[in-house]
């Protein structure tokens, strides 16, 4: 992470038991306020790991 940088919001997304990418994706659209996070227009920054049907998602506002 560049430390210049500034960031606002900060969204974090954790889940397990998932066979595929995209079922994680369908249980978070199913999750109001995990689907609030995905559909945010400030959110611009991110990043996903998933291994062994365990899933993160990192996502970030910048902030001027």
Known sequence: INAKLKYGIIGEMYIIDVSTPQNAITWWLGSPGHKSTLEMK???????????????????????
Do not use: Q, R
Not at 50 to 59: F, H, K, W
């Open 42 to 64: 400030e959110m611009v920054y991110g990043c996903a790991y998933a291994s062994d049907g365990t899933g993160v998602v990192i996502l970030a506002e910048k902030k001027n």
